[in-house]
């Protein structure tokens, strides 16, 4: 595909269940990021990765979230025991190597936790 | 304190009207910096970087100042169609590591 892509778009869940995200990003992006916003709000950063490593993982909010990335490509970013405050969009970027080049985003995965 | 902060708004403007907004960066050795427009309820899309020697998109202008380690996003003549939450971005260390801030909204009214 041309852009980055996210799976699911959607998830509902329930409370204390564990979910994993997905996200694909374009061919040749070393850099991917993770982002969540919740409603009306702005974006949070969760964590960074260049090739597979991920050199800040600062953001992440508890360590009932972890994120890995195989390959230099597609990563998921996985959620145990999910909370209601844990309902967010959750959203990814990549970018090519390099500075001042852009970042591009997926649609984003909508998570609902009931 | 944060890598990048912004101003939230919301900005109301009339149709035509010219609306300025800026953000703020900590680290002085950030080497790139970005505007970007995000609509509701989609994925933040590039409008333009923003260049040392400040740069022009039609009616967007763009600009850095390094002494005061801000930001600056103009945009004239302002269209409905600009309703939208303007993200400011800022690359603190050149190592691919991108901070946004938390968006400046603005309302283009009729």
């Known amino acids: 595909g041309a852009g980055v892509s996210q799976s699911p778009s959607n998830k509902v869940t329930e409370k204390g269940k564990d979910v994993e995200l997905r996200c694909d990003p374009i061919s040749g992006h070393t850099a991917l990021y993770w982002y969540r916003q919740s409603l009306g709000q702005g974006l949070e950063f969760l964590i960074y990765?260049?090739?597979?490593?991920?050199?800040?993982k600062s953001g992440l909010p508890s360590d009932r979230f972890s994120a890995e990335r195989t390959g230099g490509s597609v990563s998921t970013l996985t959620i145990q025991r999910t909370q209601q405050e844990d309902s967010a969009v959750y959203l990814c970027?990549?970018?090519?190597?390099?500075?001042?080049?852009?970042?591009?985003f997926g649609q984003g995965t909508r998570l609902t936790v009931v | 304190r944060k890598e990048v902060e912004q101003d939230p708004g919301p900005f109301n403007v009339p149709e035509g009207a010219t609306v300025a907004f800026n953000c703020t960066y900590s680290?002085?050795?950030?080497?790139?910096f970005f505007w970007y427009r995000q609509d509701c309820r989609k994925e933040p899309k590039l409008l333009m970087s923003v260049y040392s020697s400040g740069n022009e998109d039609g009616r967007f202008t763009a600009q850095l100042n390094r002494a005061s380690q801000y930001i600056s996003l103009l945009i004239r003549d302002s269209k409905l169609s600009d309703s939208a939450t303007y993200l400011c971005v800022v690359n603190p260390t050149g190592a691919n590591n991108l901070f946004f801030g938390t968006g400046t909204r603005l309302t283009v009214i009729p």
């Open positions: 970027a990549s970018s090519s190597p390099g500075m001042n080049t852009e970042a591009f």
């Open positions: 680290n002085s050795a950030s080497q790139s």
């Open positions: 990765f260049q090739g597979n490593s991920a050199p800040d």
